[in-house]
């Protein structure tokens, strides 16, 4: 059995044109499974073909309306033809690229014309379609840079990858991508009064030894809207020029403009507020996250529980309610109660912790400590402590799990945890912009030109 694969083109000015691709060959009577259908060398073979003849009529047509005078309508003469190298992903395609003469009734009114001129850079500017440019910086966002490059070798006709190739494009994807949130960021400047949600975490990751440091941070966060909009962004502070700039942009593009109220949810530390604080140049409502405060109640009530089982029923009667009241406490916002409290716990402890010895005198010491530890807590963040009951019941976020989700999507997966590499400040920072943007599925929308 033969299969004949022909294309037929048809031209805008009537002509039509065949292009025979190749036959495909089965023996019927000695078939083997591995006969049926195309094998992927065949399919990549195939789509070579049929790419490079969709490009070279496509180019011979575009080329040849734009020989029209778009000012005086004369048809303009072919300066000369080149052959030009296109990047797609199905291969890389040469194709002959003619160079048009200009009309000299333009030259007057529009010096920007040049002698000749190429109309296929006026339609792909970069040599590479967007699509392979995202598909290697989706990849190179999800996978390591060499395991990105096999798997596109693999699995596609597209030009032999390597790592390097595809480090590159990530970056210039990264750099377009925040190209566009300037840009954004600044034509979007128009006053609102709404409540915009941020939610920040943040991950180390290690650093390559010529910066002279173990590590270094990336701040990872998703910003909410009030109307179910999701926005992820990832950076890192040393990474880019402009941190500040980076963090506003991002914040304009999720839908914040000036004038709405932000409330920044993070695990206590200051930076995180503040860096939203400075990108906005005003106040936020910053509330410190639950999660953080109910592991650090749990640690007091878990003390507790054994020093009570060492402890007369007597004795512990005065410990009981006050233990068991300050979850409640925190919960509904009633952060001075829960200080005494403490401080009360504190003075029991300390007082069984002088007239014990032994494991009494060790359970009295870890309950110390923790009440410390989480009196400390309160006290450092007592201005960010809300009633979380109340806005449970209306609905609203009380934690950053949201943000601390991302620190293994953005950060961690790709450059944290059982990650062998190390990264410079500006690479991981154009990964996190990236393994965001492809997280949110808006990668697509980033203009992916030559930077």
């Known amino acids: 059995m033969k299969i004949r694969i022909r294309v037929e083109t048809e031209f805008g000015w009537g002509e039509t044109r065949s292009h025979d691709l190749g036959t495909v060959e089965r023996d019927s009577i000695g078939a083997s499974d591995e006969d049926f ?3 992927l060398a065949e399919g990549k073979s195939l789509l070579t073909e049929i790419q490079r003849v969709l490009l070279q009529d496509q180019v011979e047509e575009i080329s040849e309306v734009s020989r029209v005078c778009r000012f005086c309508g004369s048809y303009l003469a072919v300066h000369d033809r080149r ?3 296109i990047d ?3 291969g890389r395609i040469t194709v002959a690229v003619p160079r048009v003469r200009m009309c000299m009734c333009g030259l007057p009114g529009h010096p920007e014309l040049m002698a000749a001129y190429s109309p296929l850079t006026r339609v792909l500017r970069n040599r590479a379609t967007p699509e392979l440019q995202r598909l290697q910086a989706e990849l190179a966002a999800r996978h390591s840079f060499r ?8 699995l596609t006709p597209c030009a032999r990858q390597n790592h390097m190739t595809i480090r590159n494009r990530l970056a210039s994807v990264a750099d377009c991508l925040a190209v566009d949130l300037d840009e954004l960021g600044a034509s979007t400047n128009v006053s609102g009064d709404r409540d915009i949600s941020v939610f920040l975490d943040s991950a180390y990751v290690r650093s390559r030894p010529e910066y002279q440091r173990r590590n270094f941070e990336v701040v990872v966060g998703a910003v909410e809207d009030g109307t179910g909009t999701k926005r992820r962004f990832g950076l890192s502070l040393s990474g880019t020029d402009q941190p500040l700039a980076c963090m506003r942009t991002n914040l304009a593009a999720a839908g914040w403009r000036e004038g709405d109220q932000i409330t920044v949810l993070s695990d206590g530390d200051p930076a995180l507020p503040r860096l939203v604080r400075s990108a906005i140049d005003a106040d936020v409502n910053h509330i410190l996250n639950w999660w953080h405060i109910s592991i650090r109640i749990r640690h007091v009530e878990t003390t507790f529980q054994t020093l009570l089982s060492c402890l007369e029923s007597s004795e512990a009667d005065e410990i009981v309610p006050l233990v068991q009241n300050l979850r409640w ?10 200080l005494e409290a403490l401080k009360a716990l504190f003075r029991v402890g300390m007082q069984i912790r ?3 010895v032994g494991t009494r005198r060790e359970a009295a010491f870890s309950v110390v400590s923790r009440a410390m530890e989480l009196r400390t807590y309160l006290e450092y963040n007592r201005s960010a402590v809300v009633n979380y ?3 449970r019941q209306q609905g609203r976020a009380v934690s950053t799990c949201r943000a601390e989700g991302l620190v293994n999507d953005i950060a961690n997966t790709r450059m944290g945890k059982k990650q062998r590499m190390r990264w410079s400040p500006r690479g991981a920072h154009r990964v996190a912009t990236v393994r965001a943007a492809v997280l949110d599925g808006r990668l697509s929308a980033g203009r992916l030109e030559a930077a």
């Open 37 to 39: 259908g195309l094998s």
């Open 83 to 85: 052959e030009r190298h």
């Open 88 to 90: 797609t992903l199905f």
């Open 147 to 154: 395991e990105a490059a096999r798997l596109l070798n693999m």
């Open 329 to 338: 406490r925190v919960w509904h916002g009633q952060t001075g109660r829960a």
């Open 354 to 356: 002088k007239t014990s």
């Open 389 to 391: 009951a109340r806005r």
